[in-house]
């Protein structure tokens, strides 16, 4: 989670900061990581694995998005809790 954690935050402090506009974004995200998995699906074999890069890495950032906030709140507090 470490690698993750810069753009956990910076997600959530957007999300934090327009609301409206974030999941906005969120949607389309999730959109545009649906249609990668839908190219994956329909993909030839010598595409197979490009695309399902594409797909797992578009749909892992939409996971990530989807829960920024929940997900930056965690790291805060778990750190807090650390450094009790």
């Known amino acids: ?42 993909s030839v074999s010598a595409e197979l694995q490009v695309l399902q890069g594409r797909a797992q890495q578009s749909t892992s950032l939409a996971d990530l998005f989807e829960d920024a906030v929940t997900t930056a709140d965690r790291i805060v507090e778990r750190r807090n809790n650390q450094a009790k």
């Open 1 to 42: 989670m470490k690698a993750e954690e810069p753009l956990v935050f910076a997600a959530a402090e957007l999300a934090r900061s327009n609301p409206n506009e974030w999941n906005k974004f969120k949607s389309a995200m999730r959109a545009y990581a649906d249609e990668r998995t839908k190219a994956l699906v329909a």
